[in-house]
């Protein structure tokens, strides 16, 4: 999957707050994503991420 830094994404599920978009923050191993809705950032491992991917939202 391509995604980079700054993109905006739809999850399949969502955060507790109820918030399903989140930039990206950080690409690695692991990802760096922040909630927009609540504003939590969170780190999870990228293979976990990219298969919880919905779209790729445009701004």
């Known amino acids: 999957m391509n ?29 760096k994503i922040k909630c927009e809705k609540c504003g939590r950032e969170v780190m999870a491992p990228r293979n976990k991420i990219e298969k919880n991917i919905k779209k790729i939202l445009i701004d």
């Not at 993109?7 to 707050?17: I, N, S, Y």
């Open 3 to 31: 995604v980079n830094v700054g993109d905006r994404v739809e999850m399949k599920k969502p955060h507790p707050c109820g918030g399903k978009t989140f930039r990206i923050l950080r690409i690695g191993m692991d990802f």
